[in-house]
Structures are given as C-alpha cells and as structure tokens.
C-alpha cells in the first residue's frame, strides 16, 4: 500500500525557507539590508513576485523590515518600535512609549542549574546551566513588573550578571548583537494570581491584591526556546493589550 503523498509546498515558501537559512546562519545580521528582490530572484532563479512575496510573509511576521527607497532590512530588536514588540502591558492613560524607558533595577543574576520545569520548557536536561535572573521594572518610579528569566548556558556562555545590569539597552539586542540569538517569536500563558510575600514587597502591593502572571518561552529561528520568562505585572494603573488579527 503506498504511503501518504509528501506535502506540497508553494515555490514561494520554498524561498521563504531559503532566506530564513540565511537569516538563521548570519548570513544577513540584523540591521543589515539583505539583497534585492532582483538579485534573489537571480539567486534562487525565480521570479521577482514569488522573491516579493516570500519577503512580504517575512515582513509581517517581523523578521524582515521594508524601508521604503532604501531596501529590505534585517530586523533588530535595537530599533524603537521593536524594543517593546513582546511587551503586552500598556498604561491606562497615553502610549507605551509615552512613559519613556523603564527603570531596570536587578534584584538577582546567577549561574544555576535548571529545575525540572525550566529544563522542559527550553529544551534541556534538568540540572544543565542557566542563567538565572529576577529584575524590577517601573514605569515614572512605580514598580510595575516583577520578572524571573532564564537563559540556556549554552548560547549565552560568557553572559555574565554584570553585563546584563550594565547594559541600558533592551535585552534581545544584547542578545543578538553579542550571542547571536535573536528572538523571533514568543508564547505566553496567562492567568490571574496572588503575589506571596517577597513579590508583593518588591511590587509595593498589598499580598491580597491581583496580579496578572504571565509565563512566556521566546524562540529564535526553528523554534528552538531560548529564554523562560515568568513576570506579574500590576494592572493598577497598566492594562494587558492584545491585537487579534
């Protein structure tokens, strides 16, 4: 009995793929332009449209970056309107970016080895090396989000605590301009708890109050999982805002 016939893929998808090689293999750096329609399509010997719509695809998901009369860019989370592509919590009153750049105090950053939940959720055996981080972000000197990260050793050998509490600038940049790690896509779970003691101290909240836990794993190219991040955020005076499309 013949088996199931393999699964067809458009030629546009094809050449999607292709780029996303090279992205993946550094070819094209973030920030960095990547070769004209044109030239890809000589490349791949295509035509121009099924280049143009490869990159169209690649552009909404935020990989790649038009900029009109000048080219198609790598994108880089170093750019402003990318810093807070992942951050979902908004202030009640005026715009993210409205509040200017959070205040980043870290509370802890060490070299550990992974509990049995952090070594499922990115892909390692338990007791491998991460590293181990919980920051405080405010937003005009009020603490509003608590987070706990952790990262692979492995991709991040040499990220040491006082690197990551001197750079000022968002941390994915740091992590592709100096690992090579970009992230490319996140998940988050989402659900309403109680802070215990610690949390609700570092928060200034009262241990009865609600606050919004949100569990995100972001990945880099292939969805290999490259960073766990449990935050509460405060919803007092800042809002979780998701676009459905």
């Excluded at 870290?106 to 070299?111: A, L, Q, Y």
């Amino acid at each position: 009995m013949a088996g199931p016939a393999p699964a067809f893929s458009p030629l546009y998808q094809q050449i999607k793929q292709l780029i996303l090689q090279g992205l993946q293999h550094g070819e094209w750096r973030p920030g960095e332009v990547i070769p004209s329609e044109f030239e890809l399509a000589a490349r791949y010997k295509v035509s121009q449209g099924t280049v143009r719509k490869a990159i169209d695809e690649l552009a909404a998901e935020h990989l790649l970056v038009r900029r009109q009369g000048r080219g198609t860019f790598v994108a880089t989370h170093a750019e402003q309107q990318v810093q807070y592509r992942f951050l979902r919590l908004h202030p009640d009153q005026g715009a993210v970016d409205g509040e200017g750049p959070a205040q980043r105090d870290f509370v802890d950053c060490r070299r550990a080895r992974a509990s049995a939940d952090v070594a499922r959720a990115l892909g390692l055996r338990t007791g491998d090396s991460v590293l181990q981080s919980r920051r405080l972000l405010r937003f005009g000197g009020v603490p509003t989000i608590l987070e706990d990260l952790w990262l692979p050793g492995g991709p991040f050998k040499g990220l040491t605590a006082e690197r990551l509490m001197d750079y000022h600038g968002p941390m994915y940049a740091l992590f592709e301009s100096e690992f090579g790690v970009r992230m490319v896509r996140a998940d988050e779970r989402i659900r309403a708890v109680l802070p215990d003691a610690a949390q609700a101290r570092l928060l200034a909240v009262d241990a009865s109050t609600p606050l919004l836990s949100v569990e995100r794993i972001a990945y880099t190219y292939n969805d290999v999982p490259m960073e766990l991040r449990r935050g509460l955020y405060r919803t007092d005076t800042h809002h979780y805002r998701n676009q459905l499309n």
